[in-house]
C-alpha cells in the first residue's frame, strides 16, 4: 500500500558533524511535516512544506521538499547534542481526508560528543 | 497554554484486565488522534475524530479496542481484555481544520502501558 518510507533507519553522528535524513514516497504528495521526538518523549512538529522544491531553514536544520514532490530531505549542520532523537515525515496521502497523517518509520539520531 | 493532556502517563497492569486510556485535547482543535508506538512497528494511527465523531477507525487492532468522544473535550481509548502485546506507548494527538496544507498535529505525552 501506500506509505512514506525514511532512510536511514539509525544515524550515528560525530558532534559537529553534518548529516541528512530522507522522506520518500511513490505517490505524489501535497503536502510534508515534520517531527522530532526526543528519548522518553513525545513528537512535536517542526515545520510544514507544501511546495515543489520548497527549502526551509531553522538554525542549523534545512528542509526541503522535491521537485516532484515524492521526497523530502532534513539536513542538520554543526550536530550538537540536543539533536538527538527521532526525527519523522508525514504527510496526508492522496484519497485521504481530513487531517489524517501517515507517518514515516524514523530516523532514529545519536551524536557521539 | 494547556498542550493535550493524557492520563495516566504510566499503566501495569495483568492481562485479562481493562484498560481506560483518557485524553483532553486542545480547546478549539477539530480532530482528535489515537496513536500507538512500538519499537517493532513505529508510529501507527489508531483511529480519528473530527467534531467527536470517529471518522476512520480502520488501525484499530481488534474488537478489543474501542475509542470514545463524548464531547469535544474528552476522549477515551478502551482495551478489553488487554493482552500483554498491547504493551506500547499511546498518545493522543488533537489539531485544528485542515486547509491547504494539513495542521501541525499536538501531541501528549502519552501514557506507557504496560501489560503483564
Known amino acids: 500500500g501506500q506509505q512514506v518510507m525514511q532512510i536511514p533507519q539509525y544515524q550515528h553522528v560525530q558532534e559537529g558533524e553534518d548529516f541528512t535524513t530522507y522522506c520518500n514516497s511513490s505517490?505524489?504528495?501535497?503536502?510534508i511535516q515534520w517531527y522530532k521526538q526526543r528519548p522518553g518523549g513525545h513528537p512535536v512538529f517542526l515545520i510544514q512544506l507544501v511546495k515543489s522544491g520548497e527549502v526551509k531553514k531553522q538554525k542549523r536544520l534545512t528542509f526541503q521538499f522535491g521537485e516532484a514532490k515524492k521526497n523530502s530531505s532534513l539536513h542538520i549542520t554543526a550536530t550538537q547534542t540536543t539533536d538527538v532523537g527521532t526525527y519523522f515525515c508525514?504527510?496526508?496521502?492522496?484519497?485521504?481526508?481530513?487531517?489524517?497523517?501517515?507517518f514515516g518509520g524514523g530516523t532514529r539520531v545519536l551524536v557521539k560528543p | 497554554d494547556a498542550g493535550v493532556i493524557q492520563s495516566p502517563r504510566h499503566e501495569v497492569t495483568e492481562m485479562g484486565q481493562e484498560v481506560t486510556l483518557r485524553c483532553k485535547p486542545i480547546s478549539g482543535h477539530d480532530y482528535l488522534f489515537w496513536y500507538r508506538q512500538t519499537m517493532m512497528r513505529g508510529l501507527e494511527l489508531l483511529i480519528y475524530f473530527n467534531n467527536n465523531v470517529p471518522i476512520d477507525d480502520s488501525g484499530m487492532p481488534e474488537d478489543r479496542f474501542s475509542a470514545k468522544m463524548p464531547n469535544a473535550s474528552f476522549s477515551t481509548l478502551k482495551i478489553q481484555p488487554s493482552e500483554p502485546r498491547d504493551s506500547a506507548v499511546y498518545f493522543c494527538a488533537s489539531s485544528l481544520r485542515a486547509g491547504v496544507g494539513n495542521q501541525p498535529q499536538h501531541f501528549g505525552d502519552g501514557t506507557r502501558l504496560s501489560i503483564l
Open positions: 505517490t505524489t504528495l501535497s503536502n
Open positions: 508525514a504527510s496526508r496521502l492522496p484519497d485521504t481526508a481530513g487531517n489524517k497523517l501517515t
